[in-house]
């Protein structure tokens, strides 16, 4: 089974400055693939940035970037030049990439709510 | 190209009701999910489904049933509602290596 661990309930950034939410999964499967959503106030759910496990480079996004450090398990999140805009709920998830019957289902963290401050 | 359209946005349903919640996709997906989302917390899976006909139990199914008959629409059917069940219900669709596109949510209280 997966499990996803955020352990930061709340965050706070001056607005310009950087930010690092963190994440941290347990599985026993080899290939995966790792996500980062955002849940602004409204309610939708934004894809954000994705890892794959047996990606070698860290996955990159705009101002979005996933530091992935696999012995670890542990996958990152990090926003530069953080906005007002950026306020709002983080889950990071994952999906297995093995065969079998349990490779269709996103397991997602309990959330970071980040408050970008002016 | 609307993506993946839920209705209603928000109901409220008396203990014992049932109620159909609908999703569609237009984005041609064969795979595609029922989450739930409880205050404060992240998106739990219900159901999910590979293609039409084909259907699987996720983490949380109990008091939930679905169906796919079309490539395009994924019910989501609650039977005797229970105040457990007031959350929020994301529909989304996507292959399960690449990333999920989310519906915009209906919001369900049961009181």
């Known amino acids: 089974a997966q499990k996803i661990t955020q352990t930061q309930p709340g965050m706070f950034v001056q607005e310009k400055e950087a930010v690092t939410l963190d994440c941290t999964y347990d599985?026993?499967?080899?290939?995966?693939?790792l996500f980062w959503y955002k849940q602004p106030s409204s309610g939708e759910m934004i894809f954000l940035i994705y890892?794959?496990?047996?990606?070698?480079q860290n996955a990159t996004e705009g101002r979005y970037s996933l530091n992935f450090q696999k012995a670890r398990k542990s996958a990152n999140l990090v926003i530069s030049a953080s906005q007002l805009g950026d306020s709002a709920m983080y889950f990071c998830?994952?999906?297995?990439?093995?065969?079998?019957?349990?490779?269709?289902?996103?397991?997602f963290g309990k959330g970071t709510l980040l408050t970008v401050n002016p | 190209n609307a993506g993946v359209t839920q209705t209603p946005k928000f109901r409220i349903l008396k203990i014992g009701q049932s109620m159909t919640l609908q999703c569609a996709q237009d984005m041609n997906h064969n795979y595609m999910y029922w989450y739930r989302q409880d205050p404060g917390m992240g998106l739990k899976l219900i159901y999910y489904s590979v293609g039409a006909g084909i259907t699987d139990k996720g983490e949380v199914p109990n008091g939930y049933n679905v169906s796919r008959s079309t490539t395009e629409d994924f019910p989501l059917r609650l039977e005797l509602a229970a105040p457990s069940q007031t959350s929020v219900y994301f529909c989304?669709?996507?292959?399960?290596?690449?990333?999920?596109?989310f519906g915009p949510g209906t919001r369900l209280l049961v009181l």
């Open positions: 989304a669709t996507g292959r399960p290596e690449e990333t999920q596109y």
């Open positions: 599985t026993s499967d080899q290939s995966y693939g």
């Open positions: 890892q794959g496990s047996y990606d070698e």
């Open positions: 998830a994952m999906v297995p990439r093995t065969s079998g019957g349990s490779n269709y289902k996103l397991t």
